[in-house]
């Protein structure tokens, strides 16, 4: 007759992770793979961090836009609201242009 050994679930679960873990384990690669796979990259780290630092974006455009964003919104309101205004637009775009409108 044979003997029967018997484990909880909770053993047999424990001993079934850790076999999974031990495979997994065995099939990464070795520090010196790795260091082969994929080289040290802190001098591009470098290069690149002084590249973001000199590339700053200027304040003075961005108050620029936002003052000719305003002019273009002013002028727009106007034009819609007075017909005055709307005739010496468009006077002075005949002036300017050739075409006929």
């Known amino acids: 007759m044979s003997e029967q050994t018997n484990i909880s679930f909770e053993a047999a679960l424990m001993i079934a992770l850790r076999a999974d873990a031990q495979k997994e ?4 690669p070795t520090p010196e ?3 082969e796979l ?12 002084a590249a973001l630092r000199r590339k700053k974006h200027s304040p003075v455009l961005k108050r620029v836009l936002l003052a000719a964003l305003t002019l ?11 017909a005055d205004f709307r005739r010496a637009v ?12």
């Open 25 to 28: 384990l065995d099939t990464l």
């Open 33 to 35: 793979q790795l260091e």
């Open 38 to 49: 994929y080289p040290d990259t802190s001098q591009w780290d470098e290069r690149m961090a």
């Open 72 to 82: 273009v919104i002013l002028t727009i309101g106007a034009l819609a609201v007075n």
């Open 90 to 101: 468009y006077t002075m775009i005949q002036k300017f242009l050739p075409i006929e409108m």
